[in-house]
């Protein structure tokens, strides 16, 4: 296995098992992503677009129908449990018990790793210091908000030192404050630059902290680059223009200013790479015009290159 690539995925699909009312569903299309270490990659994408399934591969709870998957060099599908050992996850689903403190939470996570109890007092130290919960061991956990609940779930995934850390929607049902509070919090732990992480999200701004981005759509890898880099292939910037018949005005700009767009709720976004004369487009299509924006590319407007859809605003964790 290359030494630059620390997770492998190659060809792989898998499709959910139907019935006779509901047919098979087939969540993921023979993506091929390969990671490096010390790498934080972001998988993008809506509800059913692939990324949670992907990730259940990823930390052995699903095995894939077709295709194979490496990490560390060792095979999930032959020796899982070596592809166990490499990782922490934090779930979107909370994995804490309320009702026990956060130092007890910790306590109980350490002996399913057979540490001692002088070792299991140092680690849970340092990782609540890691975390910045020192002063909050002693409190339970349905008492802590739930930015402070989220810190705990990174502790615990980080008890065993794991090489990958893989993060399924971790700022789901935060506020703004916490999800911010808990992305300055993974990028200290990063600084060292030993930890790989692998994060999936619905959320622009949290893909946009990634070194790379790769966009999943009904199942398929539609692109995987710096997310920058992808904004930059969409030009300089980004002119949307609100009407009553898009479609109309797409084809006319098209054939006066050979210019092309797309139309996304009604509107009309046209990538802009060369000097383009926004009088001109005024003075041509004025009365057709309820409303003129002009933008950088976001990554909003690189999903709906790719898929002809939005990503924010038309889909609900």
């Not at 699903?62 to 996850?89: C, E, F, H, K, N």
């Not at 893989?166 to 509070?181: C, F, H, I, K, S």
């Not at 199942?219 to 910037?237: H, S």
């Not at 479609?247 to 700009?253: A, N, P, Q, V, W």
Request: glycine fraction near 10%; proline fraction near 5%.
């Amino acid at each position: 296995m290359d030494p630059q690539v620390l997770i492998s995925i190659s060809k792989l699909s898998h499709t959910y098992a139907g019935t006779r009312r509901n047919p098979g569903r087939e969540a993921l299309k023979g993506v091929d992503l390969d990671i490096a270490p010390g790498e934080m990659l972001a998988l993008l994408g809506p509800n059913g677009s692939g990324k949670s399934t992907l990730l259940r591969v990823l930390t052995t709870a699903l095995v894939p129908t077709v295709g194979a998957v490496r990490v560390g060099g060792a095979s999930l599908q032959q020796d899982p449990a070596a592809v166990r050992r490499q990782l922490g996850v934090v779930f979107q689903k909370p994995a804490l018990d309320g009702k026990m403190t956060v130092g007890e939470n910790l306590w109980a996570s350490g002996l399913l790793y057979g540490m001692g109890r002088a070792l299991l007092r140092d680690r849970s130290r340092q990782l609540l210091q890691a975390v910045d919960l020192a002063d909050r061991v002693d409190e339970r956990v349905d008492s802590l908000s739930g930015g402070m609940s989220r810190r705990v779930e990174l502790a615990k995934a980080l008890w065993p030192e794991p090489a990958i850390l893989m993060l399924d929607e971790p700022t789901a049902g935060l506020d703004p404050v916490a999800r911010q509070e808990f992305w300055r919090l993974l990028e200290t732990l990063r600084d060292g630059g030993r930890l790989t992480v692998v994060v999936s999200t619905h959320l622009l701004d949290e893909a946009d902290r990634a070194d790379r981005v790769a966009i999943l759509h009904e199942g398929q890898m539609l692109v995987c680059d710096d997310p920058k880099a992808l904004q930059r292939q969409l030009g300089r910037e980004i002119l949307t223009l609100s009407c009553d018949d898009a479609e109309t005005l797409k084809g006319e700009i098209n054939r006066t200013m050979g210019l092309e767009g797309i139309v996304v709720d009604q509107a009309l976004r046209i990538p802009l790479d060369g000097d383009v004369s926004l009088d001109e487009v005024l003075r041509l299509f004025r009365p057709k015009i309820r409303s003129l924006t002009i933008a950088h590319p976001s990554l909003d407007d690189v999903f709906i290159r790719h898929t002809g859809e939005r990503l924010s605003g038309g889909f609900t964790i």
